[in-house]
């Protein structure tokens, strides 16, 4: 009989791979959350239009755990909440301020998320979030210089062994290195997010990570902050859309016209260009990461994107025997436009957080 009595150990690490950390990316437009498993699988994925006010996130954000805990079954282990959000966000104690486009002023949200769920919540910060979930990544799915979508494709499926999924279905995130990534969010605004040691960076007031309001440019362009040549005019999508106005997709647009020898069009790319060569060089000097990942709405730009930036990158390299010793282009990465790496690193922070909590904690079903 007793050889069939489970063992203790096996009962524990049974629930630990039945594990769920859900991940939900609070963004101005739409709230999207992934389930992974504690194995860092992608289990589920799922998305909703964002309402505007505390209220409303709260409750959409409840409403998106309940439906992926929903599509996990009744037999799933403990389950962990992260979540991320734009403004300042205090994580230790789960306060949002400031979260202009989603009309919140200030709002106890990890509270208020734990309060109605019963479970561990954590928040942080969006780019933040991103951050970790394209640290998490690797050479597969991260795109370097001079490769293209269509070769790391070709790469991923030469590697990919015929019985394992591709993209829709579940695929494990590589364990953290013990290294510093940069994560550089060309998005409405520019910022940057640090993960070092496979954990987010958050200096004394949160601010840590805020180069788009460095004031660096010489063109002098009046910056919402209030100064004026912040980093943030010349190398963000406001920026582009700034100085290259009319266009949806202004960035892909600018580069065709640039190449097409459209003078205007080269001088607008020769300021972003330069703008966003300048971001990646403060970072690797101020912090010099061993990856720094361009990511935001304007990394789906993809290729020419990040064909642009090696050029200017190149262009300082050229001038400077010690900006070429640095090897810059050769640390530069693309973050993947097809997976939620937002969400998927809110999943891994939520994780991280329970982890260094007592157990007793962890693991209470949400309330119905
Ligand atoms: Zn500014």
Redesign the pocket.
């Known amino acids: 009989m007793a050889a069939s009595t489970p063992h203790p150990k096996a009962d524990t690490d049974s629930a630990q791979d039945r594990s769920i950390s859900l991940g939900i990316d609070i963004g101005g437009t739409k709230i999207e959350g992934v389930a992974m498993d504690g194995g860092k699988h992608l289990l589920a994925c799922h998305r909703i239009p964002t309402r505007e006010g505390n209220q409303a996130v709260h409750d959409d954000t409840v409403t998106l755990i309940r439906h992926l805990l929903n599509q996990m079954g009744p037999n799933r282990g403990p389950v962990t909440v992260g979540l991320g959000i734009p403004g300042r966000v205090d994580a230790d104690r789960g306060i949002v301020d400031d979260a202009v486009n989603l009309g919140i002023r200030h709002m106890d949200l990890g509270p208020a998320v734990a309060k109605t769920t019963g479970l561990p919540v954590r928040v942080e910060n969006d780019v933040n979030i991103a951050a970790l979930g394209a640290a998490s990544q690797d050479g597969d799915t991260l795109v370097a210089p001079g490769t293209t979508p269509h070769s790391v494709a070709a790469r991923n499926q030469a590697r990919r062994p015929a019985s394992e999924p591709g993209r829709d279905g579940p695929r494990a995130l590589p364990d953290q290195d013990d290294h510093v990534v940069v994560f550089i969010n060309l998005g409405t605004g520019l910022a940057a997010g640090i993960i070092r040691g496979g954990r987010i960076e958050h200096g004394a007031s949160g601010a840590i990570g805020e180069i788009?309001?460095i004031p660096v440019d010489t063109h002098q362009f009046p910056?919402k902050?209030g100064?004026c040549g912040?980093l943030?005019t010349v190398a963000s999508g406001s920026a582009v859309e700034a100085l290259w106005p009319g266009i949806a997709h202004p960035l892909p647009d600018l580069i065709a016209q640039a190449s097409r020898g459209n003078q205007h069009a080269q001088e607008v790319q020769d300021i972003i260009g330069h703008g966003i060569a300048l971001a990646v060089q403060i970072v690797a000097l101020t912090i010099d990461p061993t990856v720094i990942i361009l990511g935001g709405g304007m990394s789906k730009t993809g290729q020419p994107l990040l064909d642009l930036v090696t050029e200017y990158l190149n262009r300082s390299a050229a001038c400077s025997h010690f900006i070429a010793s640095l090897s810059l282009p050769d640390r530069l990465r693309l973050a993947p436009a097809d997976l939620p790496i937002a969400a998927i690193g809110a999943a891994l922070a939520g994780r991280m957080a329970a982890d260094s909590r007592p157990s007793e904690l962890i693991g209470k079903e949400i309330a119905s």
Do not use: T
Request: proline fraction near 0%; glycine fraction near 14%.
């Open positions: 788009g309001h910056c902050c100064q912040c943030e």
